[in-house]
Nanobody, 115 residues
Framework: QVQLVESGGGLVQPGGSLRLSCAASGRIFSFDFMAWYRQAPGKGRELVATITNGGSTNYADSVKGRFTISRDTAKNTQFLQMNSLRPEDTAVYYC?????????WGQGTQVTVSS
């Protein structure tokens, strides 16, 4: 049974930064890839960033140059560093991990960008 637990969300002013963490109960190098998604009120879930088992990363156009996905395999944790935050980044952020064919999800952490 894989468990993913996010932390690090909160309230931040526009232009500020937050670092989200996702602690996995299993060894993260066993996953095909890991990702961060977000869901804003009244909208569908959006893919934010992915990182493969080999360390390759990919980002949504809306966060390129501002967000960085990374991982610490020794700590079985992945991170999302979010800089230059905008009000439109406000959403619940979810950690995801895929070990084909199963996708695992965390419970989500709220990020609110507001002055």
């Amino acid at each position: 049974q894989v468990q993913l637990v996010e932390s690090g969300g909160g309230l931040v002013q526009p232009g500020g930064s937050l670092r989200l963490s996702c602690a996995a109960s299993g060894r993260i190098f066993s996953f095909d890839f890991m990702a961060w998604y977000r869901q804003a009120p009244g909208k569908g879930r959006e893919l934010v960033a992915t990182i493969t088992n080999g360390g390759s990363t990919n980002y949504a156009d809306s966060v390129k140059g501002r967000f960085t996905i990374s991982r610490d395999t020794a700590k079985n944790t992945q991170f999302l560093q979010m800089n230059s935050l905008r009000p439109e980044d406000t959403a619940v952020y979810y950690c995801s991990a895929k070990r084909f064919p199963v996708t695992y999800w965390g419970q989500g952490t709220q990020v609110t960008v507001s002055s």
